[in-house]
């Protein structure tokens, strides 16, 4: 079976990403006593990450929707990247804090944008199979990564563990160097059009499901650690 290196590339990403995302839910314990701060407290560390994509998810797909598609997910990642390596490093709790909202940045727009690239790397009547096979990438990181980087953090240390998926947005941003198309600049958006959609009824709908469900999820595992202990 031939490999499609442009879905591989953008499955690295997005496996970088759900790693990102919740592993330290994993080493909610580790990081709360590395920066001295409560469980509860370290538990907003969380609620941080989803603050950034909900800001970073309309606002990066504006600003990057008018560049070639391959810059524009390159650069995501290195903001991902930047932010774990930031994270590896911060000193105190509220360093942490913000580079884990800058690392989040990236989340909505790389999966939306990705999602167009995906389908637009195959032919048309696989382009569903393609999203799926970006979007595995996240499954996998649910799987394997985030298992892998909870080990990490509490064998090594839980910088180790954000050191190590910086590397991972690294080995993203070459692949997707190296496999995609350089590609034209988008035509760029009007703003006012694209933000009126938030105000229909059915997608307001739509979100407060998502939500609610996301919600009540990730309430329950962002203190499963401790929970468990």
Do not use: C
């Not at 919600?215 to 203190?223: N, P, V």
């Amino acid at each position: 079976m031939k490999i499609n290196y442009p879905l591989l590339a953008l499955a690295i990403g997005a496996f970088g990403i759900g790693t990102t995302e919740f592993s330290p839910m994993g080493l909610l314990p580790v990081i709360a006593r590395g920066v001295d701060v409560s469980i509860p407290a370290a538990g907003m560390l969380i609620s941080a990450y989803a603050v950034g994509v909900m800001v970073g998810a309309p606002l990066m797909t504006l600003l990057l929707s008018h560049r070639a598609r391959r810059s524009a997910l390159i650069f995501l990642m290195a903001i991902f990247t930047l932010g774990n390596v930031l994270s590896a490093i911060a000193p105190d709790y509220m360093t942490l804090m913000l580079s884990r909202i800058l690392t989040s940045l990236n989340h909505g727009a790389f999966f939306g944008l990705g999602s167009v690239v995906a389908a637009s790397v195959v032919p048309k009547h696989k382009q569903a199979s393609a999203v799926a096979t970006m979007f595995m990438g996240l499954t996998l990181a649910n799987i394997g990564g985030v298992p892998a980087a909870t080990w990490l953090g509490e064998t090594i240390g839980w910088r180790m563990s954000f050191l190590a998926t910086a590397g991972l947005g690294v080995i993203s941003m070459v692949s997707l160097f190296l496999s995609l198309p350089k590609g034209g600049a988008g035509a760029r958006p009007e703003v006012k059009k694209e933000l009126a959609v938030l105000m229909r009824p059915q997608v307001l709908s739509a979100l407060l499901t998502t939500v609610l469900g996301a919600g009540a999820m990730f309430t329950l595992y962002t203190y499963i650690s401790p929970v468990l202990q």
